[in-house]
């Protein structure tokens, strides 16, 4: 048997005889608030609340009515109150607690509708810091942690998508509260309060360029239930951060079946990686498979990008994702549909684009109304056991990067253009990575190996493979150059790189050995420009 303190049991059904509204949302607040009325319940209420509430015919009781007390300092003190929290708090069945109620005055409040000050969306609108501070909740919060703390007593709605449950509860049980329902919203109630403190710990830690602080919290709004994880067994969720960054999380589908968990994850790291490609220079599309990108290259048009990257891999490039940095035209379009492809993300896309999709019902068509920062500063997290790594993004962009030639030849103009692509290429793929471009198009990747040679000799078969396929006579990666995502700790990388053709390479530096490996690419032809920064991808 459950109990609620002093061996006292909690009880299964709970009468809603007064309720407390006071939210920042107002939807569906009038129909839910007639909802009550219509039950018997009697409603009390604050602020712009109970204004709505008036306008709207309904009878209730303004908050400074309970308390005795005025709202005061411009609403900042309102329900901070031992009537309210005595009306929240209160152990209905307990004797003392009955007697203080009496001895106070303190009548109590069975339902508590509470949503909070629009904190997140308010800083996400770029509000000054005066601003921000205004928009943190204390009531509320207060409030709704009371609430779902005495669920025993007190059913707490934080979201306007509970409403029609209670009533339907309501109804179900003769105008009582069922227990489960109550520990659920419990629950919510308390989740919600921690995203939302989160999201002020969080934005208050920016403010004060704090960027370890000694507790970090993270929390997030459930967007959507995934049929399963990365596998079948494997239970998912995806919720937003409530940051506004274009991409995945961001997009409105057009078309197409549910986004999976991995989805979800392969869109996300295809939309970062085209974004790193300026559309007023030039157009540009990533194919990835498994979060690395099996072909990327930019062009004069979509279509064209898109045959050059596809060309780089076609037999990965089958159930991949591809990203692109304009709009999606119908040249395009009619070239992806032609494979079979998961997922398509762009700014957005063409009325004809959109139509030659729609012939492919699975296919999802994602539309971002805009590219991600490459530059903008966040916070990327990762959970281990027991712990949370966070750090922040990695928004090192290679244009910014003082380039150092290292060797006896300079690279050329063109081989400097596709150094930079393979180089921002590299950041988005898993360590140990090694990229060829040749003309503005990988032409062999290597990703996620233990070894940074293997990672040159897998980049070099792939365009092999590629070559064959397309019975060309040999790979593109003869007179291609090559990107490092790191540094070469041996010349053997390198040399394994010169091997498959390449005649100019770029890596960050760093190496106890940098200068045997400078002095091996002079001994094999190679220009070499160092970054003296690292794109770890883990």
């Known amino acids: 048997m459950a109990v609620v303190s002093k061996g006292i049991p909690v009880p299964e059904l709970v009468s809603i005889k007064r309720a407390l509204l006071s939210v920042s949302d107002k939807t569906d607040l009038i129909s839910f608030a007639k909802s009550l009325l219509d039950r018997g319940v009697e409603l009390v209420s604050t602020g712009g609340s109970r204004k709505a509430l008036q306008e709207a015919g309904l009878a209730v009781k303004d908050i400074s009515e309970v308390?005795?007390?005025?709202?005061?300092?411009?609403?900042?003190?309102?329900t901070l109150h031992p009537k309210v929290h005595g009306g929240l708090l209160s152990i209905r069945d307990d004797g003392e607690h009955k007697a203080a109620m009496d001895e106070y005055g303190i009548t109590g409040i069975d339902l508590l509708c509470v949503n909070l000050y629009p904190f997140e969306e308010t800083v996400a609108s770029d509000a000054d810091y005066a601003t921000g501070i205004e928009n943190i909740d204390i009531g509320g919060p207060a409030m709704t942690r009371a609430?779902?703390?005495n669920h025993a007593y007190v059913t707490t709605v934080v979201d306007p998508s509970d409403y029609d449950e209670v009533i339907a509860a309501l109804d179900a049980n003769n105008g009582r509260s069922p227990l489960a329902l109550r520990r659920k919203l419990a629950q919510k109630a308390f989740a919600r309060t921690a995203a939302y403190d989160a999201a002020v710990s969080n934005w208050m830690a920016e403010q004060v360029d704090v960027a370890t602080p000694d507790y970090r919290a993270a929390g997030g709004m459930l967007h959507e239930v995934m049929r399963y994880g990365e596998n079948p067994h494997q239970s998912a969720g995806f919720y937003l951060s409530g940051e506004k960054r274009p991409g995945?999380?961001?997009?409105?589908?057009?078309?197409?079946?549910?986004?999976?968990?991995?989805?979800?994850?392969?869109?996300?790291a295809a939309f970062e990686l085209v974004s790193e490609f300026d559309p007023a220079r030039t157009a540009a599309v990533a194919i990835i498979k498994h979060a690395n990108p099996c072909g990327v290259a930019e062009a004069p048009t979509l279509k064209e990008a898109y045959e050059k990257a596809l060309a780089c891999d076609p037999v990965s490039a089958f159930g991949g994702i591809v990203a692109l940095n304009g709009t999606l035209d119908a040249d395009a379009a009619e070239e992806i549909t032609k494979i079979f492809t998961e997922v398509i993300i762009a700014p957005d896309a063409s009325k004809e684009a959109i139509a030659i999709v729609a012939k492919k019902k699975n296919l999802r068509l994602l539309l971002t109304d805009g590219l991600s920062d490459p530059r903008a500063k966040g916070t990327f997290v990762k959970s281990v056991s027991g712990g949370l790594l966070v750090q922040s993004r990695d928004n090192g962009?290679?244009?910014?990067l003082d380039l150092k030639?290292?060797?006896k030849r300079a690279p050329s103009d063109q081989?400097?253009?596709?150094?930079k692509m393979a180089f921002r290429v590299a950041k988005h793929v898993k360590s140990n990575a090694i990229v060829y471009v040749k003309?503005?198009?990988?032409?062999?990747?290597?990703?996620?190996?233990?070894s940074r040679v293997d990672s040159a000799r897998i980049a070099a078969r792939k365009a092999v493979d590629a070559a064959e396929a397309a019975n060309m006579a040999e790979p593109l990666t003869k007179g291609c150059v090559v990107a490092s995502d790191a540094f070469f700790p041996f010349a053997d990388g390198l040399l394994s790189a010169a091997e498959a053709g390449a005649t100019a390479v770029i890596q960050p530096g760093g190496s106890m050995r940098d200068d045997d490996v400078i002095k091996a690419a002079d001994e094999a032809g190679l220009a070499?420009?160092?970054?003296?920064m690292r794109h770890f991808r883990h």
């Open 528 to 532: 070499m420009v160092m970054t003296g």
């Open 415 to 419: 081989e400097l253009l596709d150094m």
């Open 67 to 78: 308390t005795g007390f005025p709202e005061i300092m411009d609403g900042r003190v309102k």
């Open 248 to 268: 995945v999380a961001t997009a409105r589908q057009i078309q197409g079946k549910q986004l999976s968990y991995n989805n979800i994850n392969d869109t996300d």
């Open 439 to 450: 003309d503005g198009a990988t032409v062999g990747i290597g990703a996620g190996q233990m």
């Open 405 to 407: 030639v290292v060797t």
């Open 397 to 400: 962009v290679v244009d910014d």
């Open 147 to 149: 609430a779902a703390k």
